[in-house]
């Protein structure tokens, strides 16, 4: 089990950040995700495999002028 958005969500071996975004039908273009305090940049999005129990906090970019 993993936690984001306030939300327990079923883990499985090998989610990616951006399966997870497909399974919780969420299209936002994050910048980035800070799991169990490891930051994860969007670049990393495909490839970085979210270990089981954690909790994902996910990051939007702030602009401003």
């Given at each position: 089990m993993i936690r984001v958005?306030?939300?327990d969500i079923a883990w499985h071996a090998g989610i990616t950040i951006t399966e997870l975004l497909?399974?919780?039908h969420d299209s936002f273009?994050?910048?980035a995700a800070l799991i169990n305090e490891q930051y994860v940049g969007r670049s990393e999005f495909d490839s970085?495999?979210?270990?089981?129990g954690v909790e994902i906090i996910?990051?939007?970019?702030v602009g401003g002028g």
């Open positions: 958005k306030n939300r497909e399974k919780i273009p994050y910048a970085f495999r979210i270990p089981d996910l990051i939007s970019a």
